[in-house]
């Protein structure tokens, strides 16, 4: 199983990021995923969940500002980040739907 | 949303020495199903989390026996019988009952 995280960078306030982690070793289409983030020095913050029928739950802090996304014939997750602010700051992370398997994490910085 | 508070926020400890992690959850963590989803993670320094225990007491596959988890509702325990160097890091337990999921602040397990 690999699970590799891209697309991340620094970004402005207010501005718009998508994610994409990249799944092998696995039957992508069958399991839910999780995005899940970690800002610097601090510990993890769960943000959003699909389930393989891409049904979707959110994170307070992120609800209407992002969209979790997949698919199946790319073996591909996606995080739509929307409206970023300077806390938003962080390693995400993507993650099987057991929290079994983790990627390597993407680093997204919010400043001007 | 379930607030999941560990103790101690730090830990030392010398190779061989048993250590306990305490978990307290701010409502029961039974599912409807039956199973307790909680599980704990160590992130190694510099490293992404990885999966230890499932469902309180459930070891991860590949992971060393001397890892154990037990408890139950909203109190729960991770035990390391036999501290070794790489086991050092930070240690959150987290819980996927009630969305949204949760993570404890986490404890960092260092040698003495």
């Known amino acids: 199983v690999q699970l590799v995280e891209s697309g991340g960078g620094l970004v402005q306030p207010g501005k718009s990021l998508k994610l994409s982690c990249s799944a092998s070793g696995f039957t992508f289409s069958s399991y839910g995923m999780h995005w899940i983030r970690q800002a610097p020095g601090k510990g993890l913050d769960w943000v959003a969940y699909?389930?393989?029928?891409?049904?979707?739950v959110y994170a307070d802090a992120v609800k209407g500002r992002f969209t979790i996304s997949r698919d199946n014939a790319k073996n591909t997750l996606y995080l739509q980040l929307n409206s970023l602010k300077s806390e938003d700051t962080a390693i995400y992370y993507c993650a099987g739907d057991y929290f079994d398997y983790w990627g390597q994490g993407v680093m997204v910085t919010v400043s001007s | 949303d379930v607030v999941l508070t560990q103790t101690p926020p730090t830990l030392s400890a010398t190779i061989g020495q048993s250590v306990s992690i305490s978990c307290r959850s701010s409502q029961s963590l039974l599912d409807s199903d039956g199973d307790t989803y909680l599980n704990w993670l160590l992130q190694r320094p510099g490293q992404s989390p990885q999966l230890l225990i499932y469902?309180?007491?459930n070891l991860e596959s590949g992971v060393p026996n001397r890892f154990s988890g037990s408890g139950s509702e909203t109190d729960f325990t991770l035990k390391i019988s036999g501290v070794e160097a790489e086991d050092l890091g930070v240690y959150y337990c987290m819980q996927a009952t009630h969305a949204p999921y949760t993570f404890g602040a986490g404890t960092k397990l260092e040698l003495k």
């Open positions: 699909i389930s393989s029928s891409s049904g979707t």
């Open positions: 469902s309180v007491s």
